[in-house]
């Protein structure tokens, strides 16, 4: 049993900094990569931010030079600092780990409202 459990959302105003914190528990044997994925109301599911097991990250062109994501690998935590936020940042942030084992398998937190007011 795998658990991802996401943290950090709130109501932040528009130019201001949230946090958010991602923590995997339970049977993982190694992590490929984690990610943060938003999805805004009416709009579909969007990639945010990857960080692989190597430290290799990537962007989404929407939120590259504001976004920052990172992990703490023994903790099996991944982090995404988000400035200079903006109202079309608002979404409910999700978490997904990859394991290394099995493949093709991805584990989902529930997700963190971000909310951010003009």
């Known amino acids: 049993q795998v658990r991802v459990v996401e943290s950090g959302g709130g109501l932040v105003q528009a130019g201001g900094s949230l946090k958010l914190s991602c923590q995997a528990s339970?049977?993982?044997?190694?992590?490929?990569?984690m990610a943060w994925y938003r999805q805004a109301p009416a709009k579909q599911l969007e990639l945010v931010a990857t960080i692989t097991s190597v430290d290799s990250t990537d962007y989404a062109d929407s939120v590259k030079g504001r976004f920052t994501i990172s992990r703490d690998a023994p903790k099996n935590t991944v982090y995404l600092q988000m400035n200079s936020l903006k109202p079309e940042d608002t979404a409910v942030y999700y978490c997904k780990l990859t394991p290394t084992t099995p493949w093709g398998v991805a584990y989902w937190g529930q997700g963190t409202q971000v909310t951010v007011s003009s």
């Open positions: 339970g049977s993982i044997s190694s992590i490929r990569a």
